[in-house]
């Protein structure tokens, strides 16, 4: 039952977050006004509005003037359930479920403003490191200390690399809203975890670039945003995060 109402929570959730994901890089308020169709302005109503299955009732399209609805929409809908439920089945009814979860919701919402603008916004990402901070002092699964050093070595290594790189050529390569990503994925999952996301979003990374290059030619000119690796690293080390590092021990015992 608890199981089925982590779906539904985790769907409502993931239509809020197609607000935010539409409305912070315009910087307009995620409150007000209701939503509306992008095309016709018309305002959406409640029975149209219902995740995953306004959408498949609508047939994907807005009852109005009929044009397309973005698939982002069920896409974010769809992710955002099922992470909740897959937090629920690992943590059970838990401050534990809430923060990761609350984690999770960032970690999507950076992801697909990321992969539309190329930027990660400082509106989430700063509060971030801070929730991250203050959950660690009321948590059992991570000591304070550990959220600390998460956040300077997440913070620090990839200010590092940004600054290395612009020096070496003469261009900036990871901007700076990866760097406080990182920051914030370290303040919620501690150090250890920073260097596995580090490691996890860099091999991901890699191959999909090389993968792209094979497919599109290397003439392809849209440069892949680092914040969706980092984000899924993240999302991979929160879920198997101990299992990779006992795994990696056990390999080189
Ligand atoms: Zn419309």
New binding site residues.
């Given amino acids: 039952m608890l199981t089925i109402v982590s779906i539904i929570f985790g769907a409502l959730i993931g239509s809020f977050l197609n607000v935010c994901i539409i409305r912070l890089p315009k910087e307009e308020s995620i409150i007000t006004p209701g939503s509306h169709?992008p095309?016709?302005k018309?305002a959406i109503k409640f029975y149209d509005n219902v995740p995953l299955i306004s959408y498949l009732l609508l047939g994907g399209k807005?009852?109005?003037?009929?044009?397309t609805i973005s698939f982002q929409y069920p896409l974010v809908e769809g992710i955002t359930a099922l992470s909740s439920l897959f937090l629920f089945m690992r943590f059970g009814p838990s401050l534990s479920y809430l923060v990761y979860f609350a984690f999770v919701t960032a970690l999507i919402v950076i992801t697909v403003i990321d992969l539309y603008h190329q930027i990660i916004p400082d509106v989430i990402s700063i509060p971030g490191v801070g929730v991250g901070l203050l959950a660690s002092l009321i948590f059992p699964h991570i000591a304070f200390l550990d959220s600390l050093i998460g956040v300077l070595l997440g913070g620090g290594s990839l200010f590092l690399v940004a600054t290395l790189y612009q020096w070496f050529f003469k261009r900036e390569g990871m901007g700076g809203g990866d760097v406080k990503l990182l920051a914030m994925i370290g303040a919620f999952l501690g150090w250890k975890a920073v260097i596995l996301t580090i490691l996890l979003s860099s091999l991901i990374g890699s191959i999909t670039g090389i993968i792209i290059m094979v497919l599109k030619g290397k003439d392809f000119k849209y440069a892949i945003p680092f914040g969706p690796f980092l984000s899924l690293g993240a999302v991979i080390t929160l879920f198997f995060g101990e299992n990779i590092i006992r795994w990696y021990l056990y390999v080189n015992r």
């Fill in positions: 169709c095309h016709c018309k807005c009852r109005y003037c009929k044009n």
